[in-house]
Each structure stands twice: as C-alpha cells, then as structure tokens.
C-alpha cells in the first residue's frame, strides 16, 4: 500500500502491509486470487509447489472463478446493470434526476450503447436514450431517441474521443443538434462526460443549463468518476457473464480459464480504485455545496480513522467509517447552496431542510449497493450519548460505535474550520467543549482517544 492510499484509508479490497510480510501465500488465497497472484508474481518452482496436490487445475479454475463471480456478482456492484425491459431501465431517470440536484443543474441525459439498450429498441443507434430528469408525457422509450454512428454531434465527438467536452455557449459551436423532446432548444451550455473503463466505453452522461454556466471543478470531477465508475461496473457485469458461460464449457481450456480469471480479477481491483474515488470525488462535491473553505468531509474521515486506530478497532470497521465520515453530510448535496450559504436567520422551512439532510443522503446512499455498510454509521450520527439526538434517540452503547467517532469526528473538525458565517475556534476551545459535553453529547471514550490524538 502505497503512502498516499494509506493516508485516504485502505481500498474496499485491502489488506495490511503487516500481514502481507508475515505470510503472503496466505494473503494471495485470503484475497481470492489463487493461482493468478502466485504465477505472474512468485518464482515458477514455489507455483509448483502450490500447486502439487491439485489433480485437476481446470476444476480448481473454475471453482475460483464461481467463487468470484459470488462475491463480486451485480449485488455487489452498481443496480444499474443486466436490464430487459422498460419498466427497469427507469433507475436512469432517477440517477439523472438526482444529478440534476446535486450539480444544480437544469437537466441530465444518459446514453448507452447498443450492448446496454437491450429490450428497448435502439439497435440501429450507436447510443440510445435510457435515462432524463426530463419529465415525459408519453412513453420515453418509443421515441427511440439517440444518436447514430455518423451523426456530427458533440455527443458523438466525446464517446468516439472518449474525452469529457465542456460548452460554455452552444451558438458557438456547429455540432450541437438539439432534440425537441428534451427541451434541447432551450439549452444555451452543457457538458458531455464518457461512461468508460480506461479505452472500453459504454456511453455518456450529458449535463445541460439553460443559461450560460459552467460545471464547478469539484462537480465535474464527480461526474468524471460517476462515468469510470459506472464503466468499470458494466465492464464487470459483462465479464461475469462470459465467465459464467466459460464455467460450463466442458469443453474449454485451461488457457482460456486463466485469461478469464486475470481479466475478472483485473477489472475487480479497477472496480475497487473506482468506488473509493467515487467516494472521494462525492465528498469533495458535499464541501463545495456546503461552503465549507477546507476539505471538511475529508478530514472528519481522516480523523474518524486516527480515533479508530486509538481505540483499537480492526481494518475492516476502520474502512467503513472512513466512507461513513467522507460521507456524513452527504445529504447536503441534495440541497440548494443558496440555503448552506445563507448567513442571515432561517426561516422554520430552511431550517427543518438543513435539519432533516441525514435522512435524505442516506435514502441516497441506499440506491449504492457497495456502500450499503456505512449507512447505520450515517444514519445514527446525529445521537447524543444521553439520549437527546436524533433520528430515534438511542442512547449510550445502543448508538453504534462508528456513529459516535463520527460525531466526535464531526464536531471537533467543524469547530476547527472556518464556516461563511463565524471563524475557526482554537484547538484548545474546541476541545474544552467537546470535553464539557463529553458523556452528555458524547461517547466519553471516544472523547479521551480524540485528546489522545490531537495531543500527538
């Protein structure tokens, strides 16, 4: 693990250094890589070796492959992927409704390509029409909206150049052909941002304002990772497929059963790097709509994770409130910035919005299959030790223990930063509060590791 990934947190599929040199044969088969790990990366003679007992390799190869394909089937991916029919391709316009709110945006469009438009018609498109925050008074689907090979659009421009394209002001440019049934006419700037996996790209997402606008550097970033990510998913889904078809050839080689595990292997550890930069990227987009003038999310995890290794807690809960803490605002993302930078009084409907911000970014997070673990630590982070929080007033030890690091987390970071409206408190008033509070807001132990760690 390399410094910078040990200072963002372990990867969804790491393992520490430490057991790596203690007994790395045993890591290679605790990560499910078998073979693969020991033939590329260890001497021929201890492969062999490995190997000695196993009558038939091609069994064991499939049995590997079954193993992977259990674990990192679509359950555990993305729920946008292995659609048949219309009814279940309308997640698309609810992915492409919420992005319209948390990029504050006027409208979203999502394009696949024919390998991921069965069931809807579009065969004689490059890329077709599956998901709009445009509402349709009709059936969306039988209009076949799209785009063909040879159409000379910025559409097409940035899937064939698999490269993301910005207009500021579309009367400047010739290739931008609106469509009617999506209120195209009224655009004056967008964006247009690949679906891909490195050179395998599947579609596109396209950003559109009604005036003149450009995509804040932290929001583009997060639909460029939106895209990796979703790419690499797709790109999963489809090798597993062609695993799973490989499994019951009875006929199929020992080569071919090697590639198909390196390439499913590859494209899970590419899945890995991508989830945890979408995490990072969506954090940072929270900060930007939150006003915040430090990475906020980003250093409420970073303590959450020092507060985790003081207490003693195992790698596997240290990664979940790592997420947890990048992630625990998340609910703000939904909401417009005009009210998370607003300095005078709120009004009782502004202030119920902002309070009630937990509730939505974990309805949000529910629709994200491999972040499914972190949503207790979010949802219940608003507790107080004494009883007094919220969203159901659990008290003491009934309070998850990631919930309680985050709120200490939380709070100290915040009281730390400088906000729109105040300046940062000193080290030593934010933890004379935090410490007047402890056992009454918070877990008294996690207030004594947070002096612990802040005195370091």
């Not at 396209?206 to 606008?213: C, H, L, Q």
């Amino acid at each position: 693990m390399t410094d910078r990934e040990e200072e963002l947190g372990a990867s969804l599929f790491g393992r520490t250094m430490e057991f790596m040199e203690e007994d790395p044969l045993e890591e290679i088969f605790a990560l499910n890589l078998g073979d693969f790990v020991s033939e590329y990366l260890i001497s021929e003679d201890l492969a062999n070796k490995i190997g000695k007992d196993v009558k038939d390799k091609r069994e064991r190869l499939r049995s590997q492959l079954k193993e992977l394909i259990s674990i990192y089937s679509l359950d555990n991916t993305l729920c946008v992927l292995g659609f048949s029919s219309q009814d279940e391709y309308v997640i698309y316009n609810s992915i492409a409704k919420t992005l319209t709110q948390i990029l504050d945006v006027d409208a979203c469009h999502i394009y696949l390509t024919q390998d991921y438009t069965k069931g809807l018609n579009l065969e004689n498109k490059l890329l077709g029409l599956v998901g709009s925050s445009v509402n349709f008074d009709e059936d969306m689907y039988a209009k076949r909206l799209g785009y063909a090979d040879d159409d000379k659009s910025i559409v097409v421009e940035a899937y064939k150049n698999l490269k993301k394209v910005q207009v500021k002001d579309v009367s400047n440019i010739d290739n931008f052909a609106p469509k009617y049934e999506l209120k195209e006419f009224d655009v004056k700037s967008l964006a247009v941002f690949p679906i891909h996996n490195n050179a395998y790209v599947v579609g596109v997402i396209v950003i559109e304002n009604y005036k003149e606008k450009t995509l804040k550097r932290a929001y583009s970033q997060l639909v460029e990772a939106i895209g990796c990510l979703f790419g690499t998913s797709m790109h999963l889904q489809q090798a597993i497929e062609q695993t799973e078809l490989c499994i019951i050839d009875e006929q199929i080689s020992e080569k071919v059963l090697q590639h198909q595990r390196a390439e499913l292997t590859a494209l899970i550890g590419d899945l890995g790097t991508q989830q945890q930069a979408f995490v990072e990227k969506l954090a940072k987009a929270v900060d930007e709509k939150g006003q915040y003038k430090v990475a906020h999310s980003q250093n409420t995890a970073d303590l959450a994770k020092k507060l985790c290794a003081n207490l003693g807690l195992n790698e596997k809960t240290t990664d979940l409130v790592y997420y947890a803490g990048l992630l625990q605002n998340i609910g703000k993302i939904t909401l417009p910035e005009s009210l998370l930078s607003k300095q005078g009084k709120l009004s009782k409907e502004e202030w119920e919005k902002l309070q009630n911000h937990p509730n939505v970014g974990v309805n949000l997070l529910m629709n994200i299959n491999f972040l499914s673990e972190v949503i207790p630590y979010i949802h219940y982070h608003k507790e107080r030790w004494d009883g007094g929080g919220e969203p159901e007033g659990l008290k003491g030890n009934s309070i998850p223990f990631g919930s309680r690091i985050i709120a200490v987390a939380d709070a100290y970071t915040a009281m730390t930063s400088d906000r729109s409206y105040r300046n940062a408190m000193t080290k030593e008033q934010a933890l004379q509060i935090i410490k007047e509070e402890s056992g009454i807001k918070w877990d008294p132990d996690v207030v004594n590791a947070l002096f612990e760690v802040v005195a370091q």
